[in-house]
């Protein structure tokens, strides 16, 4: 018997090796450079693999750049290497550049832009070193001086002298009185050319009315001209949200309207609170109000070490949200054992990572 099941394993044995003797071939070593991810991990004898370099490297040689799997396990030998290629400057006119990144063609210094490529557009660096745009040609510009508006003027951003002015110059246009233009500002443009000068017309917006929780604190209830202004406040406790003077614009309408933020109550009637650099219990809180934008710290409990640690909430227009780990206690834990709440005991060394409020 023993004879027999040796014979067995021995035959198995050599099964096994006739069916695995075949040679395989592992993923080919292949120098920096060289793309990776589309090798796979094995391959068998006569598979041919080629090799491209990655993004940014440039091939050594441009013969082909074949891998043969032998018969001995092994790769037919690659003379290809990828080396990293930095695209240098365009020229004295562009900024430079960074191999993989856009460079943005700009002219500086009151330029002028002309030939291909455009005030603003983008050259890449290609793959073989080369930038996919010439660069612009970079001229000084001048414009003649602005038209003023018909029953208005003109005020320039900086000073000016002569019969011209330069590219970037800015300026704003203003009507006579009770009158707006219909667009405010004006430049010397990159083509050499000025903004044309604005309509004035008469404009007017409607009467102010009041906002929510707050009151207008001056104004005659009528029409207002452009420029005019309205400036509100807010009732007692409420926040002023934006900016408190609005403005009649020359669209015809005001500028947005500020808004009254609504206070908070603090919403537990058992623990204790860190405001105001104050520890309180909630009791003490009078009245209970904590002001839009005003933190507020409840007390939690870090049960495994057996001590307390503060979690902060923020009021926010009228809420203010009590955090999860919050736990109000019970009347007669409150009224009998406060001195085990987690405002009481030690506090914590380290706030475990609290959730959301």
Request: glycine letters at 8%; charged letters at 20%.
């Given at each position: ?10 035959c198995?044995?050599?099964l ?6 075949k040679?395989?071939c ?7 450079g060289i793309e990776?991810l589309?090798?796979n991990?094995?391959?068998e ?9 990655e993004r940014g ?5 441009a ?5 043969t ?30 191999l993989?990144q ?5 002219c500086?210094?009151?330029p002028?832009v002309?030939g ?8 890449r660096c290609s ?5 996919s745009?010439?660069?612009?040609l ?5 414009c003649?001086l ?16 002569g ?5 970037g110059?800015?300026w ?12 405010e ?7 050499g050319?000025?903004?044309e ?8 917006c409607?009467?102010?009315?009041g ?18 202004t ?13 900016e ?7 669209s015809?309408?005001?500028?947005s309207?500020?808004?009254c933020?609504?206070?908070?109550a ?12 104050k ?5 003490d ?5 904590v002001?839009?934008?005003e ?8 049960r495994?070490?057996?001590c ?5 909430s923020?009021?926010?227009?009228g809420?203010?949200p009590i955090?999860?780990?919050?736990e ?12 085990t709440?987690p ?8 706030s ?5 409020a």
């Amino acid at each position: 018997m023993a004879p027999a099941l040796a014979l067995l394993l021995l035959c198995q044995v050599a099964l096994y090796t006739t069916v695995t003797s075949k040679n395989v071939c592992g993923r080919p070593d292949v120098a920096d450079g060289i793309e990776e991810l589309t090798l796979n991990r094995v391959y068998e004898v006569g598979d041919q693999v080629n090799l491209v370099c990655e993004r940014g490297f440039l091939p050594s040689t441009a013969t082909p750049r074949k891998l043969t799997c032998t018969d001995t396990g092994g790769w037919t030998p690659s003379d290809l290497a990828c080396s990293r290629e930095f695209t240098g400057p365009l020229d004295s006119h562009s900024a430079g550049a960074i191999l993989k990144q856009l460079e943005f063609l700009n002219c500086y210094n009151h330029p002028k832009v002309e030939g291909v490529s455009k005030t603003g557009e983008k050259s890449r660096c290609s793959h073989d070193g080369t930038w996919s745009n010439p660069p612009p040609l970079c001229k000084a510009v001048n414009c003649p001086l602005p038209k003023s508006p018909r029953d208005g003027r003109i005020v320039f951003d900086k000073p000016v002298t002569g019969s011209t002015t330069m590219y970037g110059q800015g300026w704003t246009y203003e009507c006579n009185p009770r009158m707006a233009p219909s667009y405010e500002r004006g430049s010397c443009m990159a083509d050499g050319s000025t903004t044309e000068p604005p309509l004035c017309r008469e404009v007017s917006c409607t009467i102010p009315t009041g906002i929510p929780n707050g009151f207008i604190t001056f104004a005659v209830m009528r029409q207002h001209g452009y420029k005019e202004t309205v400036k509100y406040a807010c009732n007692e406790h409420y926040i002023l949200d934006g900016e408190a003077e609005i403005q009649c614009q020359n669209s015809g309408n005001w500028s947005s309207k500020p808004v009254c933020r609504v206070p908070c109550a603090v919403g537990i009637k058992r623990g204790r609170i860190f405001y105001n650099a104050k520890k309180l219990w909630i009791g003490d809180l009078k009245p209970n109000r904590v002001l839009h934008g005003e933190h507020v710290a409840f007390y939690c409990l870090n049960r495994a070490e057996r001590c307390g640690y503060p979690v902060a909430s923020t009021c926010n227009d009228g809420t203010i949200p009590i955090p999860e780990c919050f736990e109000e206690p019970g009347k007669v834990e409150y009224t009998l054992r406060a001195k085990t709440l987690p405002s009481e005991i030690t506090m914590c060394a380290t706030s475990p990572p609290a959730r959301p409020a």
